[in-house]
């Protein structure tokens, strides 16, 4: 089974007080303290994550909820795909520090599957370029479609 899976990464922060509310809140049903428990879906709350998974073999996708390693999500039949789309944008994150805040951007490289004309499923999200096409050729050989390299200012197909 060929899949590409794709989740966002959350902050360092939030996950420790994920687990920490959730650690809190197992421990508190443990000694027979419900209410302390909706700390603990708090916690699961915090650990959530969201992306996208991409089953080539059954040509099958769907936009997955992550918490602990465990997938949620239901699968849907990919639509007729009509190209893969590597492109470069900048992704913003806001860190704060003992009450001084900093807005930092770092490049990083999406991949779209796009159908009907203009409609697209977010597959996969990079840092590395190469990492970004090696996908994508893999995506276009399986599916059989072809590959827009929109890194530059000027798009091309591959």
């Given at each position: 089974?060929?899949?590409?899976?794709?989740?966002?990464?959350?902050?360092?922060?939030?996950?420790?007080?994920?687990?920490?509310?959730?650690?809190?809140?197992?421990?508190?049903?443990?000694?027979?303290?419900?209410?302390i428990?909706?700390?603990?879906?708090?916690?699961?709350?915090?650990?959530?994550?969201?992306?996208?998974?991409?089953?080539?073999?059954?040509?099958?996708?769907?936009?997955?909820?992550?918490?602990?390693?465990?997938?949620?999500?239901?699968?849907?039949?990919?639509?007729?795909?009509?190209?893969?789309?590597?492109?470069?944008?900048?992704?913003?994150?806001?860190?704060?520090?003992?009450?001084?805040?900093?807005?930092?951007?770092?490049?990083?490289y999406?991949?779209?599957?796009?159908?009907?004309?203009?409609?697209?499923?977010?597959?996969y999200?990079?840092?590395?370029?190469?990492?970004?096409?090696?996908?994508?050729?893999?995506?276009?050989?399986?599916?059989?479609?072809?590959?827009?390299?929109?890194?530059?200012r000027?798009?091309?197909?591959?």
């Open positions: 089974m060929q899949t590409i899976l794709f989740i966002q990464k959350a902050p360092v922060m939030k996950l420790i007080f994920g687990f920490a509310l959730f650690g809190i809140g197992i421990h508190g049903a443990l000694f027979n303290n419900i209410f428990l909706v700390i603990s879906g708090i916690g699961v709350f915090l650990l959530l994550q969201q992306g996208s998974e991409i089953d080539l073999t059954s040509k099958k996708y769907r936009k997955i909820y992550s918490v602990l390693g465990i997938h949620f999500g239901r699968w849907k039949p990919l639509p007729e795909l009509e190209y893969v789309s590597v492109f470069k944008t900048k992704e913003n994150k806001r860190v704060q520090s003992l009450g001084a805040s900093a807005n930092m951007s770092n490049e990083i999406k991949l779209n599957l796009f159908y009907n004309r203009n409609r697209k499923i977010q597959a999200k990079t840092a590395g370029l190469d990492d970004a096409f090696n996908v994508a050729r893999q995506i276009s050989e399986i599916l059989n479609i072809d590959i827009l390299d929109a890194t530059e000027t798009s091309k197909w591959l």
